[in-house]
């Protein structure tokens, strides 16, 4: 079928790239929800307490830059994070729930986040 109007064609197309648009956003909502899940999972196995405060998924040229803001009564360290950074880091190339790369940010919420709670 030749589509001869060019409003028509431009329409069709807009609406298979917001299909497209939308079948990546709905896809990344259900990965960030297993991520929560596994990040919950290796948190607790960890046996420090530790909870998931946020996670922010941030795509920039291609690239997932995926934050993890942790917490657990007494605060954390950098070696915790450090620690949490390496197994988190496992979990997510075993199970490729990001496509493409990705950079991994392991913190805590900070001090002006805990008016949140």
């Known amino acids: 079928m030749t589509i001869k109007n060019k409003y028509v064609k431009t329409y069709i197309e807009r609406c298979q790239i917001d299909g497209y648009i939308h079948h990546l956003i709905y896809n990344m909502r259900k990965n960030k929800e297993k991520l929560k899940e596994k990040i919950g999972f290796v948190l607790s196995s960890m046996g420090e307490k530790f909870s998931l405060k946020r ?19 007494g605060g954390i360290t950098i070696d915790d994070c450090v620690d949490i950074s390496e197994k988190l880091s496992v979990h997510l190339e075993i199970l490729d729930l990001l496509p493409g790369s990705y950079r991994l940010e392991v913190s805590s919420p900070g001090a002006e986040n805990k008016e949140e709670r």
């Open 55 to 73: 996670l922010d998924i941030v795509t920039k040229n291609k690239t997932n830059l995926v934050k993890v803001f942790v917490e657990r009564p």
